[in-house]
């Protein structure tokens, strides 16, 4: 029996083979530089993406730190130029009425009618040379009536000039209550020093507004002296009232030199770098200054920047493994197609449990707030359209902090955990939207929902709460309760916005917490 031979003769097979093996490493090397090349593609557009995204959340940073500080700038100036007005219009009438004795009632009267129309204003007085309080808002003059020591007196006794004067901040004798001293010099008719008409301002004033706006818990507002001494700081520190931030970077190489800026930099006693907005009134020797710490001002491109580098991780170990498959597999083409198949439908599944957690608070099981902020704006739109009104309630964990302090973070996770299981448990409708808005915050959204439902919701809400019964030493109530703010817009009304829906059920909320926690305030 003959023997088959095998097809081609040895040196055609040599040949074949090697055209193969040329082939198969053409192949395989165009595949390795092709993957190469699309990761390196990826990884420098996701690091252009992220370094434009950089500067954007900076620039809004410094926006809306500059924005804060015109307002609060404009705020101060409108103060002291009402101040400023009010001691001119009485300095005036004391030059042509005179200081004698027999004009005190009068000036009396006045002084108690204009402190009365102005609520800033904790009291109007008058001193002669002597230092003695000669006239006053108030129905008695103190016990010790001498004033003498006050270092507005002294700055008016051994300076001329007949303008205001913005001194330190004081503790008043009669009142005990913090306040901001802004006086004049009075002058007897041959120019020589006849008393000091002083105007305090209450600083109780600036806190009062202050606290309407939403700040951080590392943001600082401060109105400062020319000199760099604090007059007011909010978040309100009243050991930090009357230091200075005079050796700082911020105040030497910033506030001293120009009349107003945005810049990043540190306070002396606070290494953290932060962006800083400061503007001079033009008027008065003060300082307006907003500050977010970097951490805050990043937040949002932090979170945006991991979503960003997992997604490209995962894109680079999924080319590469891809560009393995194929590169061992080269001569199995359709195993290969069906590999490639296999990897899309896992990249698929995979985008899809991305998008799953990119839209859900890890922690409490809600919708987080990126969520919210996407289904806030489609919501806003469809009122729009249905004339129809948008209800929102925003609540804040009272004393959570102090919560946190006692028992630990482990303990306020669960008890995070509590609030959201609450809240997914609620008959809410399926438009209806529950999230967790940041931190102790949470925020329910309630189309076609008037005032009385929403609050129908908040109380249900602050009744479940309640009923968790989670122990809270540091809660005057014993245990864990909540502040709630509602507010109920009517978007068709061409006057509401999102962003003044969120500002306005968020100032609820604030005045539930002023009022004293543990309720719920409707804007």
Known sequence: MRKTRPFGSPRQRVRNSAVYGHQRFTLLFQLGASAVLLILALIVLNSLHLWRTYH????????N???LTQALTQHASDTFVQAEATLEELAEMIHQQGMDPDKWPVLHRLFKEKTQGLQQIDA?????ARGRMLVTAADNLPSVNDFSDRD?????RDHPDLTIHIGQVIRSRMTQELILPLSRRLDNSDGSFAGVLLESVMISHFRNFYTKFVISDDSTLMMLLNNGTVLYRHPYNEKAIGTTIADSPLYKDNIRQNQSGTVNSALANDPQSMVYSYEHLKQFPVIITS???MDQALADWRHDAISHAVMTLIFVLMISLVCLLLMRQVRARMRIELELIHA????????RSLEKLAR???????YNRRHFDLVFKNEFNRAIELR???GLILLDIDFFKQYNDIYGHVAGDECLRLIGNTLRALPLRQRDLAARYGGEEFIVLLPETDKTGALAVAGRIQDKIGQLEIQHRGSPVGSISASIGIYVGLPFSEVDTPSKLVVRVDAALYEAKRLGRNRICEA
């Open 152 to 156: 507005y007196f002294r700055y008016h």
């Open 56 to 63: 954007q959340a900076l620039a809004r940073s410094q926006t």
């Open 291 to 293: 500050g977010v710490s």
């Open 388 to 390: 129809r009104p948008l």
């Open 65 to 67: 730190t500059a924005n």
């Open 360 to 366: 859900s608070d890890g922690l409490t099981g809600l």
């Open 124 to 128: 109007i007085s008058l001193y002669d």
């Open 344 to 351: 899309q439908q896992e990249l698929r599944k995979l985008n």
